[in-house]
């Protein structure tokens, strides 16, 4: 039985408070909040206590820790829990700051604890499927990528501004997804963004829609279109043109009725958010996580992921700053 | 050069005589309707003569005779034409009363001419691919077939009263198409119908939606099910059941524009009515036939084929009278 | 928190257990089976202990009863349940016999219990969407119904002997749907059905290929479709015809994964079978049972549903037998 | 009736010709072609003469001219034909040097004759609802555009190296098709490009697969895929983010069959190539320029839309030789 301390009981807190409790392999032993209210509500909810950080840190029976709070605690989180001995799973990312990032890599390395970053979208099933399939040749060897990620609407401006901005915040998921269906790295990145969807956006310092384009060493190319607006719920599909075909992976409607009439036959919408889209890959991540604290597997994201994709995202703002590609 | 006389200058034989004109082995040489400004139009779009019928049918130069004229009419000049030794392609149905088919049928059969029906269906290319499927074996013997054929609206009163009914006029076409995809005969149907469309419809002797069921020897079942109206196009579907698979061929749509809003994702509708569904399969049809003509093949679809389908349409609606299933 | 006594710790009951579990107005107190090894197993899953029927509805911290033992126990358990006061769920069928269904229903109405029967599929997202849209006139009054409804292969023989045939084991979940989306009773039934898939069940007195035409008073045409074998899994389709468009609710793929080639455009088999295309309709279903126990709504499938949809497979049998349509 | 002399009478001549013939308020007079046993064929099949470039131009019976011959020849055919006072329909490119294209826009601007060029996709029927639809508001403003275009197989290698390359042979479609949906000019331009299906293609310094990223003034973010080898058969895609939906148009597949098995549900591929996939467009095509030529519209697709299409494509090339954007 693998025991949890988990840090965040906000809204993704609360998915993987779940995901820890139904699992038969673990259970969550303590849940730490900066808002004790939320954690002692989501600590009733699944028979934890509620605990402080550093007490909880140094409870030898806390095997694991699982970081969901706020993104400016999570390499102090990262640091702490890995000092303790304790296994980290860390909602991404680790930190908005590259140098920052470094540091916290050097501590997990040096105290030996599994870490593993929280690119939920790996574990998508639809998406697995998909990489599945390209690395058993389906279609051959990959030649180009195209990766559609849109949010159904923008986050509040105040979350905004604490972001890091769509690229550190939204599309380092696709650069993640790019990296890994790639099997290569990017060598060159050019990006080209924009602010139509919400000028208060742009005022701060941000903008809601990007196009990005990698090249790797074999000359593999890779496009990304994010935006921060999709009023028909949230788009996420991948493409894959290889040598001797085309995967393709798209969006789980909300159901499959569909409805015929004068107005054409309407489908249903995709699945509204990132919640409901990703509910599985958030169960399947966390199994994967817990069958790595248990020695069954090494972790499928490591905190060197983490790095590389925030360094892609670091790429991409420079491009869209300075109109030009950035070799890496 | 194969010289057509083709009987009937209305909506169906315009189609028919833009598909002889425009193929290279055939020529459309003269045009019969007793609506002479119709055939005049008829005839000079495509540079051909109006002419009467006795005169056409002794014509030596004419080498094939095209039936598009009224239903009541059918049979009469099947025979004139066979007995003057022409090819004879003949618009479903060969006449609404069995006897008098059967009595047509044995004329052609003195006279060895070629008599096509146009049960243009079977030349589809969705269906046509279905079926060269089913015969390929792609999933094994025919177990289940659903047959789904719904007109966009009802036709006008006027001519649903000479019609022969919805079993004689609508789903003899799909009685046909059950049979060739069967590859056996039924050996005993039932039919279960309804006037739920329009009253009228009732009110003059007919019925607006049915359903049937097919039985054959080796226990196969077909559904087939017809509506006079539905109000997002055409609707034209087959689907077959086979020990290791199913094979479905649906409806083709306007385009393929989907619009994705917050009213979800918005498909257009299927192609409208039948010269646009069957656009393609009155063109094949044709050409089919002229190569039966031209000596190449045997017509796809006979006389006895034509015989077939409408005592299955008669037996549909004793069925649907007496409420009870017939032994074919 | 309502406790519950589940009968029967299968393949269905382990569902029924862990959807118990999960809730958070439920608790899963005894697990009652004559494989008792099995009831352990399923009850320190959920923290539950095992125990005998008669001390189990005796206990009064019992509040409800779910059964998810083998059909020829369902009726006994309802009653006894009932006597004692408990809400019971029960797993369809009440009982293959119409009489003992009937007997059964008197006892429950004399105990003023809560009775819930599992046509689980009323549940499932997409059919409940569907019937959503049907009621709230989207497509206007329902006139031509098909349900398409097929396993992907034979149950045991050993099954099949004691099931109560294709009609009363398989068509009875579309029986009730067609009650359910039709709104009103059918008046007129007719059955046609082979053995096509395996001769040792014909040998057994069963089909496995049966089709069904139901007509109600307004003249409503149902169209079903069942077979024992889809290769490509579970078939599980509603179609709906209205005066004003169609709604149609299709199968849940695999994953959304497509891979094109030059075999063409291959996209995932619908989801295997019922565990995994009703696994969010067991929950819903329990979800609203539970709900019911709590007074919050009335239980959405009664009794009387259960012994209508039982009648009607009856009739089926009879129709299937005869070659005759049956007036219900 | 308007008179055509046409130029080439190779592949995509016979499909002009073609369409000359079949339309009732056009005749074909003329076919020229270097290879005169080809212009012979075509000229009998149509019922036109062969003839020589000068004579055909300086005959007044001629109105139109349509140039399907080499691109070497398209500036010199066009200003002749200006010259001679005719309505000219060129195939793309006007040729692959923009000063020579100016040049002849200029003798053609002199002459006062309308010009139209053969960008045959903005005539397709799937797209041309697509652009209905965005500029009737449907989606809102355009944001993010994606344009998917990969040929089933790479040309003969010797038409490679006098095509232009890529990106003025293959990509220029995809760039004017950019400019008419963005309803503005791109203002900056970023190509990446590879040789990864044929590494003669690379040895004739050209390139197999490219991604372009598109700018324009008002932040709107376009970008387009091209391949040379879609081993699933011609690949020709649209999709519009606006800012209130999302507008796709998709590949038309070679029927609606689709196959269900345990390998999947395999519907088939998108039509092999652009004789299949635009017949359609090349009919609409003519239909447009022969209702330009009577006055009755103006040219969709002027000298100017030619021009700047190869500017862009010129733009690609420096943009994927140099590494870096090109302002326009």
Partial sequence: MISFCQFGAGRIGAIHAANI???????LSTVVDVDRAAAARLAERHGAAIGEAAAALADPAVDAVLIASSTDTHAGLIEAAARAGKAV???KPIDLDRR?????????????VPLMVGFNRRFDPNFAKLHGA??????????????????????PLAYVKVSGGLFRDMMI??????RWLLGEE???????????????????????SAVVTLKTASGALAQISNSRRA?????????????????????????????????GVVAEKPQPFFLERYAEAYRREL????????GKTLPEISGADGLKALVLADACVESAKTGRPVRL
């Avoid at 279609?139 to 159904?152: C, F, N, Q, W, Y």
């Avoid at 028909?232 to 789980?252: C, F, K, P, S």
């Avoid at 199994?287 to 248990?294: G, N, Q």
Wanted: charged share 20%; proline share 5%.
């Fill in 21 to 27: 409790a139904r699992h038969p392999a673990a259970r």
């Fill in 89 to 91: 799973f860390c909602e």
């Fill in 100 to 112: 920052r990032v470094e540091a916290c890599l050097a501590v997990v390395a040096r105290a030996g």
């Fill in 134 to 155: 390209l690395r058993a040749g389906r279609v051959g060897k990959l030649e180009l990528l195209a990766i559609t990620s849109r949010d159904p609407a923008p986050p």
């Fill in 173 to 178: 998921h696709d650069l993640d997804m790019a």
């Fill in 186 to 208: 990017p060598v060159e990145l050019y990006a080209a963004a924009s602010c139509l969807v919400d000028p208060a956006i742009g005022a701060a310092g941000d903008v809601d």
């Fill in 231 to 263: 009023s028909y719920g949230y788009d996420q599909r991948v493409e894959v043109l290889g040598a001797a075909g085309m995967l393709t992976a798209g969006n789980q409607l909300e159901s499959t009725l569909e409805i015929s009439s004068a107005a």
């Fill in 287 to 294: 199994d994967h996580f817990i069958a790595a604290v248990a």
